[in-house]
Nanobody, 123 residues
Framework: EVQLVESGGGLVQPGGSLRLSCVAS????????MSWVRQAPGKGLEWVSS????????NYGHSVKGRFSISRDNAKNTLYLQMNNLKPEDTAVYYC????????????????RGRGTQVTVSS
């Protein structure tokens, strides 16, 4: 059974930083592309970042590029998201996910997601 458990969220002031972690189990973590996605109140799922298992190449959504950094430790089955210069619009529940695709209506779906960790950016 695939399990993804996120941690590290919290309340932070604008301009602050947080580091999210996700411990994975139930599948071969080192062989999978892993992603972070988020959902703000009243909005759909938004892709944030992905990291490839083979060469650890990374990709970022336009709204977080240059501020967020994704990484992974295959020996620890753990995915990370370092978030710097946080903005109020980054407020959302953040999910560790795998097997994500875009539907025909351009909404994002992920076959596997954790329960999420809340990130709130507010003064």
């Amino acid at each position: 059974e695939v399990q993804l458990v996120e941690s590290g969220g919290g309340l932070v002031q604008p301009g602050g930083s947080l580091r999210l972690s996700c411990v994975a189990s139930g599948f071969t973590f080192s062989s999978d592309v892993m992603s972070w996605v988020r959902q703000a109140p009243g909005k759909g799922l938004e892709w944030v970042s992905s990291i490839v298992h083979s060469d650890q190449s990374t990709n970022y959504g336009h709204s977080v590029k240059g501020r967020f950094s994704i990484s992974r430790d295959n020996a620890k089955n753990t995915l990370y998201l370092q978030m710097n210069n946080l903005k109020p619009e980054d407020t959302a529940v953040y999910y560790c996910a795998k097997d994500c695709t875009y539907n025909s209506d351009y909404t994002l779906s992920c076959r596997y997601r954790g329960r999420g960790t809340q990130v709130t950016v507010s003064s």
